[in-house]
């Protein structure tokens, strides 16, 4: 932050891309998650451009924040996806606000990935999806979801569900892949 140069300034970002890229020391891991984990929380949403958003998203996740990423995603008010759906965007805006100057960016879709790896639980874990971790995370306010990813294997398939009260899955893959639960 250039307007605050005799502070410390801690940022979604500048905690979540190095806890992303394998950069903290293990003695300090757990201090960096809780300072991420203090400024979601405070946020109470995203609070980053487009360049960090992915990173902060999978880090999040990682660390077992899916819900609080569930309920960034669909607040009614901006920043959140949810807010240009009742806006009655059909596509992302440049900016986190109603009626954004330009229309049509994907710089924001960084949500999808996690769809697929933080709601379905789909990460490979080996070249090839030959072997594949799923874990998938159904989020408190959703009831049903239905993922599908064609890998160079065949399709991967999680389907979730909430029976009385308790999420249950069925995953499907091609022969040949390898699941870790």
């Keep these: 932050m250039f307007d605050k140069k005799n ?3 801690m940022t979604q970002a500048a ?6 890229f394998g950069m903290v020391p293990e003695d300090r891991k757990e201090d960096v998650i809780w300072q991420l984990k203090r400024l979601v929380q405070d946020a109470g949403c995203f609070k980053a451009g487009e360049v960090s958003q992915p990173y902060i998203i999978q880090t999040l996740s990682a660390i077992g924040m899916n819900q609080q990423i569930y309920d960034m995603i669909l607040k009614p008010e901006h ?4 807010a240009f759906v009742l ?3 059909t596509t992302l805006g440049e900016y986190w606000e109603d009626n954004p100057r330009s229309h049509n960016h994907d710089m924001l879709g960084h949500i999808i990935e996690w769809f697929y790896n933080g709601i379905a639980g789909i990460r490979p874990l080996e070249p090839g ?5 799923i874990k ?6 959703m009831n049903k979801f239905e993922c599908s990813y064609k890998s160079s294997r065949g399709e991967i398939k999680v389907i979730g569900k909430r029976e009385c009260g308790k999420a249950v899955f069925n995953i499907m ?3 040949g ?4 639960e």
């Design 7 to 9: 502070q410390i300034v």
């Design 15 to 20: 905690e979540a891309m190095p806890l992303y």
């Design 79 to 82: 920043p959140s996806y949810y």
């Design 87 to 89: 806006a009655g965007e």
């Design 129 to 133: 999806f030959s072997k594949v971790e």
């Design 136 to 141: 998938p995370f159904m989020p408190e306010g």
């Design 173 to 175: 893959v091609p022969d």
């Design 177 to 180: 892949v390898e699941i870790v």
